[in-house]
């Protein structure tokens, strides 16, 4: 994971058409998915509501959603704190799994190849997981505009240098094409990434993005309901690149919950293993100023050093971070977190579990 590169895109990109929900689905038309040469298509003629896919001539609701009248809505969340060991354990395992045959390679160099809908699922069912964790709604990619964008924007990001740049790539740039532009301009770029799950565990941890966060931001945005997908290995310089499309994708979720703040590792029980060697997040709150971090173990009482880390704007809800000075979380110990500006204070319990 170290060794690959990341690069998120921001909000005032030239792509970005509003907030992640800022839009309806008939921006593109569902993703139906392979076609049965044998036969008519089922689908062909059917358009479904927003986070659902047409199958057998019918529309069914995307993973993770749930049928409500003519909606596909987001099931009860609950707060995280109350979420118990068993399920974190068993959703974080599940969330891991890679397909077999998620990726079919291109016939040539500007080919993006094919991300199938097994590698785009397990990619949504990886960031589903991290913001059912966090209290948050689940996201679908069923919209093939959405898609289409992402994949195109990851050959070209896979042949040009990583980077800021990536989000704007020039008409001059290898395997340049407008839609893979406008995905890059509205996307979280990785390069180096071989899977759907690995993908999304980058923009979690966002190394190397210390003064942002911002692919961390994107994905955890509450608003976000509809996103797009795209991996291709080859490249020149990383074996490869992938692109989430998160800005302007539209697809809000109904019945989504909107919490007032989003910890990242968040209150509850946490796998310890996505909470080492990274920055502690809180977006929301409404801070107005820096803040100071106070964090305490419960077992013994005693305070644990953290410095607030300043963050730019601009990448989904305002946020604040913090770095841990010299320790790290423990499993089956609870850390009280304290963040305060002077005038409102946040404290919420994490509590890191080995599954």
């Known amino acids: ?10 909000d005032g990109a030239p792509a970005d058409s509003g907030p992640a929900d800022g839009g309806p689905m008939d921006s593109g038309p ?35 959603f749930e049928a409500a009248g ?29 397909s077999t045959g998620y990726y079919i390679d291109g016939a040539t160099m500007c080919d993006p190849g094919t991300l199938t809908r097994a590698g785009r699922d397990d990619a949504v069912r990886r960031l589903s997981f991290f913001r059912w964790l966090t209290g948050l709604a689940p996201v679908s990619a069923e919209n093939a505009t959405n898609n289409l964008q992402a994949q195109l924007c990851s050959v070209t990001s896979a042949w040009n240098p990583a980077g800021l740049a990536a989000h704007r790539p020039d008409p001059s740039a290898l395997c340049y094409t407008p839609e893979g532009a406008a995905g890059a301009g509205a996307s979280n770029i990785a390069w180096g990434v071989q899977s759907g799950p690995s993908l999304i565990d980058m923009f979690i941890v ?34 490869g690149a ?8 539209g697809g809000s979720v109904v019945g989504a919950p909107s919490p007032e703040i989003v910890p990242y590792p968040p209150a509850g029980f946490v796998p310890v293993a996505l909470m080492r060697g990274i920055e502690w997040s809180l977006g929301g709150g409404g801070f107005r100023g820096p803040v100071t971090v106070v964090i305490t173990r419960q ?9 607030s880390v300043p963050l730019t704007g601009g990448y989904g809800s305002p946020t604040v ?10 499993a089956g110990e609870t850390y009280r977190v304290e963040v305060t500006d002077g005038t409102t204070t946040i404290a919420y319990e994490v509590r890191p579990l080995s599954c």
Not at 1 to 10: E, N
Not at 206 to 217: A, F, I, P, Q, V
């Open 1 to 10: 994971m170290d060794s690959a590169l990341v690069d998120g895109a921001r």
């Open 30 to 64: 569902a993703d139906t998915g392979p076609v049965d040469s044998g036969s008519a298509d089922p689908c062909a003629s059917v358009s479904c509501m927003a986070h659902a896919r047409c199958v057998a001539g019918s529309c069914v609701c995307a993973e993770g």
């Open 70 to 98: 003519t909606d596909c809505v987001s099931p009860t969340i609950g707060d995280p704190a109350t979420h118990s060991e068993a399920e974190v354990c068993a959703r974080y395992r599940a969330s891991q799994a890679v």
């Open 299 to 307: 077992s013994d009482g005693a305070p644990l050093s953290a410095t």
């Open 242 to 249: 992938a692109c989430l499309k998160v800005i302007g994708t």
């Open 321 to 330: 971070a913090w770095r841990l000075d010299g320790w790290s979380p423990v």
């Open 206 to 239: 966002d190394r190397g993005n210390d003064s942002t966060l911002g692919h961390r931001r994107w994905c955890l945005y509450p608003p976000l309901g509809e996103v797009g997908v795209g991996i291709h290995h080859g490249g020149s310089s990383y074996g």
